[in-house]
């Protein structure tokens, strides 16, 4: 089965950095779109950036310029390379995968998550 193992969350102060890592196993890596969600006290998860199997990349409106994506398909690993980070990016950070099926959908999977707080 898929298992998504996050690290790198914790405490920094506003303008800092983290680098979120995400260790896929139990799926073809290199076929699925991998991602980051977050998911603040009393508000809905919401996308923060997504890469699909080409690399191509996405991002939410409020972290471009801040936020970058990125995967290695050898080592199954994708990273969410965070800077000048805000009070406001404080969230619960969750990587997902979304692997094809056979019938032409996708599957979604979930890590664990990992708390990203961010001190002004």
């Known amino acids: 089965h898929v298992q998504l193992v996050e690290s790198g969350g914790g405490l920094v102060q506003a303008g800092g950095s983290l680098r979120l890592s995400c260790a896929a196993s139990?799926?073809?890596?290199?076929?699925?779109?991998m991602g980051w969600y977050r998911q603040a006290p009393g508000k809905q998860r919401e996308l923060v950036s997504v890469?699909?199997?080409?690399?191509?990349?996405n991002y939410a409106d409020s972290v471009k310029g801040r936020f970058i994506i990125s995967r290695d398909n050898a080592i199954n690993t994708v990273w969410l390379q965070m800077n000048s980070l805000k009070p406001e990016d404080t969230a619960v950070y969750y990587c997902?995968?979304?692997?094809?099926?056979?019938?032409?959908?996708?599957?979604?999977?979930w890590g664990q998550g990992t708390q990203v707080t961010v001190s002004s």
């Open positions: 997902y995968a979304g692997e094809p099926d056979r019938g032409g959908g996708t599957l979604d999977f």
């Open positions: 139990g799926t073809i890596f290199d076929r699925n779109a």
């Open positions: 890469i699909d199997s080409d690399g191509r990349t």
